[in-house]
């Protein structure tokens, strides 16, 4: 007997992540219309989980941690699956089944484009990597800010924003993804004075261990570097 359809929208021109349906059938209101995206979301983290060959555990941690981060934003700020992927790689951490990175996205790759040869590793694949470090480090530090500081300031937006600037130069392969996701978010924090609780380390060395300061210093230098160029192009 077959089971509930594990169909997903089809992804276009072979792209990672499909695109997203503004509506789903006429007078349906948004709310019906998310709890159908958000039920689709989690079907494909079940698949890819079983894909991965990931442990019934890690697979249901990943869906509550997806719930839990659309109960606090609004779906259309983010990408709903590259948020799942993301959810996926930090369950695997929470429940101690570790995934690689490369592997989440090949499997996601394939869910969205059946038969196709696994992403070489262009752009295409790296600026996907990095973001789902970046997400992940998002959703650490989220927890550790006040909420109202966090609602009041765009570091989610502006963190996503430098994120995408590293790549106007050749800073996005001298540095590695981890420190790059790390020197973005700091960056974004600092501007805005938002502060994180003060521990025996300091967050950022929580997050990612061989992190230094003088390689967020590094990073956040050759961005600025970017920034002084363009200015100059203009």
Same mark, same amino acid.
């Given at each position: 007997?077959?089971?509930m359809?594990?169909?997903?929208?089809?992804?276009?021109?072979?792209?990672?992540?499909?695109?997203?349906?503004?509506?789903?059938?006429?007078?349906?209101?948004?709310?019906?219309?998310?709890?159908?995206?958000?039920? $689709?979301?989690?079907?494909?983290?079940?698949?890819?989980?079983?894909?991965?060959?990931? $442990?019934?555990?890690?697979?249901?941690?990943?869906?509550?941690?997806?719930?839990?981060?659309?109960?606090?934003?609004?779906?259309?700020?983010?990408?709903?699956?590259? #948020?799942?992927?993301?959810?996926?790689?930090?369950?695997?951490?929470?429940?101690?089944?570790?995934?690689?990175?490369?592997?989440?996205?090949? #499997?996601?790759?394939?869910?969205?484009?059946?038969?196709?040869?696994?992403?070489?590793?262009?752009?295409?694949?790296?600026?996907?990597?990095?973001?789902?470090?970046?997400?992940?480090?998002?959703?650490?530090?989220?927890?550790?800010?006040?909420?109202?500081?966090?609602?009041?300031?765009?570091?989610?937006?502006?963190?996503?924003?430098?994120?995408?600037?590293?790549?106007?130069?050749?800073?996005?392969? $001298?540095?590695?993804?981890?420190?790059?996701?790390?020197?973005?978010?700091?960056?974004?924090l600092?501007?805005?004075?938002?502060?994180?609780?003060?521990?025996?380390?300091?967050?950022?060395?929580?997050?990612?261990?061989?992190?230094?300061?003088?390689?967020?210093?590094?990073v956040?230098?050759?961005?600025?570097?970017?920034y002084d160029?363009?200015?100059?192009?203009?």
């Open positions: 007997m077959e089971g359809s594990s169909r997903a929208p089809a992804a276009k021109d072979g792209a990672l992540l499909p695109a997203r349906r503004d509506s789903c059938g006429d007078g349906e209101s948004d709310s019906a219309r998310d709890i159908k995206t958000h039920f $689709r979301v989690c079907r494909f983290i079940m698949d890819t989980g079983v894909k991965l060959g990931m $442990r019934s555990v890690p697979v249901a941690t990943a869906c509550v941690l997806y719930h839990r981060f659309f109960e606090h934003v609004n779906m259309h700020a983010y990408e709903p699956y590259l #948020v799942a992927m993301s959810c996926v790689y930090l369950a695997g951490k929470v429940e101690e089944q570790h995934m690689r990175t490369r592997d989440i996205i090949n #499997v996601s790759h394939r869910y969205f484009n059946s038969g196709s040869a696994p992403l070489e590793c262009d752009k295409e694949f790296w600026d996907l990597r990095d973001s789902v470090y970046l997400l992940h480090y998002l959703f650490s530090v989220k927890s550790l800010v006040n909420r109202h500081a966090w609602s009041r300031t765009p570091v989610a937006e502006t963190s996503w924003a430098l994120l995408r600037d590293c790549y106007h130069g050749a800073m996005c392969i $001298r540095h590695i993804p981890q420190h790059i996701a790390i020197a973005t978010l700091y960056l974004a600092n501007s805005y004075g938002v502060e994180l609780p003060v521990g025996e380390k300091e967050w950022w060395q929580v997050l990612c261990e061989d992190v230094t300061q003088a390689d967020i210093d590094a956040i230098s050759d961005l600025l570097q970017l160029m363009e200015a100059k192009c203009i």
